[in-house]
């Protein structure tokens, strides 16, 4: 073998040498390429996904808020629902109140009346029991001892009526 054909050799495995090297980077930088490129789609999901995530929390908080207005409102509504029962209650118990005092009243007043009769006796128990059967009945309130039911009135004779406007008087 010749000198030339040594150099050519050797020539040549450089040049081939050289050529395999830059296939290699060549092939090296396509894979970073691709890796970048899927990078950056990664990136650009990344940045779609967070700016739903914000939006979507941003909807959650506010209905969040809705829920809560709504809950305080419901909750101030049936507090106000609950005043007013109270009232309506107070209201019962006081017209209920009225209603005996008024019955004690009537009764006194014919025990003491020297011209009632008996005609005057049922004309007022006629209308006191009109008057009662006008009043509505709540089917869940008991009945209170006060509540103006005739049942308790006891109806005196025209003689006993006497006898008690002759204690009345002494």
């Known amino acids: 073998m010749t000198t030339g054909a040594i150099v050519a050799i050797v020539a040549a495995a450089v040049i081939l040498l050289i050529l395999l090297t830059l296939a290699a980077r060549r092939g090296r930088n396509r894979r970073l390429d691709a890796r970048r490129t899927e990078a950056s789609h990664l990136r650009d999901e990344a940045a779609v996904r967070r700016r739903n995530a914000e939006r979507e929390q941003a909807e ?32 019962q118990v006081h017209a209920q109140h009225e209603r005996a005092e008024a019955d004690r009243h009537r009764e006194r007043a014919v025990a003491v009346d020297p011209d009632a009769d008996e005609r005057e006796l049922a ?8 008057a009662a059967d006008e009043r509505p009945e709540d089917p869940d309130r008991p009945i209170a001892a006060d509540d103006g039911d005739d049942r308790r009135f006891i109806r005196r004779s025209a003689p006993d009526r006497d006898l008690d406007r002759d204690r009345a008087r002494q």
Do not use: G, I, L, S
């Open 60 to 91: 959650a908080d506010a209905t969040a808020a809705q829920a809560k207005k709504a809950r305080a409102t419901a909750e101030e509504k049936a507090a106000d629902a609950r005043r007013a029962e109270a009232d309506a209650e107070a209201a």
């Open 123 to 130: 004309r007022d128990d006629v209308a006191h029991r009109a």
